[in-house]
């Protein structure tokens, strides 16, 4: 019985916690604007009147893109430190931060998501070949 | 990119443009919604750390993003309907956003008796909006995609009017007004008299005579609007209510023409036919300009096949055939028409192909030396 009135309690705090968050929302407007979001909510065919759970939904994307891009800055970053151990004169010119796709692929793979790009692109299957193998 | 703090760098294998990905994602109708994601992600960069993107992480960035708020719907779609409610509500969408940060892990994912309103995600995401910035989106934006407005069916209901019948039900559309299909009761029964098997026949009818009593109003007033326009001419420049293509057309006279110079044996054969020609000034001109050189063709006309010509300038003046005696009528050619010494080259010109100008120099010689001794016969 005390054990339920206390998780009673606790869900009553969780449900305030909630409703305060929700709340809160309304005064924090996302990067990512109501109108995308309510565009691909529909497509999705999730209907919902609530602007706040449209509000919820920007919120959580915002974090998930500024989590994949922290990951990529971070990578860059140590990409840019490895560099500068050969030569110092690369921290003065490559100080400017840039997301390549290969930043990109490496963070996003942790989250599930594969995007590989082509390494190069050849003009012919016998492109790079040793030339005694070719048939020519 | 469309930011002017950002920028954006090229690189060494640019991906084409053509979005090889699943169509809802890549059509055309998506383009806007897809620019607006790419901007904002930018700004979240930005944000970051970052100073510059190269475009195609950028585009799969954005990409990416699109399908998440994408994903997220659907998953809180489907656990609306799996509870059997069409509207999605709260604990919908942190289904959804547990589903997708499962790989990763939340706090509180492993508890068996796990409240969905003390999840781990919210409590993340309440996390990140305190500590986050305040980074409002670059535009304003418009609602989209816009709405037609969806014409009236014009229903029964809309219009007001009950529809005949009980069998019918309101939201039907309306039958059409009774005019358009009944004949007439006051002129249209005088003027047909035994048509009453013609209904729909004077409906036709009855527009065709609209039809030209619009064109026939437009014409009046197109012919009234010109009579304005030459009254008032000094006034104003009636260009829009005055279309010359229908106005009315010009009299013989009215407008000065420039002349038109005939070439000369038509002139010629216009002043035989018509030797006293004074209405019509152009062809006046025309003849007193070209008067010496008659005066020289009728003289050389008049000495050798005096019979012959005139035959035939009374049956067909315009086409002339030198219906001679062979030589004779070559030999007339040459006088009339060279006036000069004859040059045996241009005669021989005359005779066509240049290959073959020696034989035809020598046949020219002949038979100009025959009809220079036959005339002088």
Known sequence: MNHNRQSNDGKHDDDSALSDFLASLMDYTPTIPDELVEHYLAKSGFQCPDVRLIRLVAVATQKFVAEVANDALQHCKARQAAVVKDKREKQQKDKRLILTMDDLSKSLREYGVNVKQQEYFADSPSTGMDPATRDE | MNNGCLENRKKEHDNSRKRPKSYKFGSKSDDFALAIAKVAVGQLCESVGFQGFHLSALET????????????????????NL?????????DIIHGLEDLGSNLGFSGASDVDRCVVSSGVVKDITHFVGVSDFIPFAYDLPGFPVVKESTKTGSFWEKGEDPPGEHIPSWLPAFPDPETYETRLSVENETMGVSNGKKSESELERVERNMDRSLLNLQLRFAHNENKGRSSHGSGYVATESNPYLAAPLHVGEKQVSPVVLPTKLSNEVALRNPVHVDVGNHVSVLETFAPAIEAMKSGLCDPDNGKKKLLYDQRPTVRFKIGIGKKS????????????????KIASWFGNDNEKDDKKRRVEKILKESVESSKE
């Open chain 2, 61 to 80: 960035l954005s990409d990416i993003s699109v399908r998440y708020i994408y994903s997220i719907g659907k998953t809180a779609n489907l656990s609306a």
């Open chain 2, 83 to 91: 509870a059997g409610r069409v509207e999605g509500n709260v604990f």
């Open chain 2, 330 to 345: 070559l030999g007339t050619i040459s006088d009339l028409n060279s006036q000069n010494e004859e040059d045996p080259l």
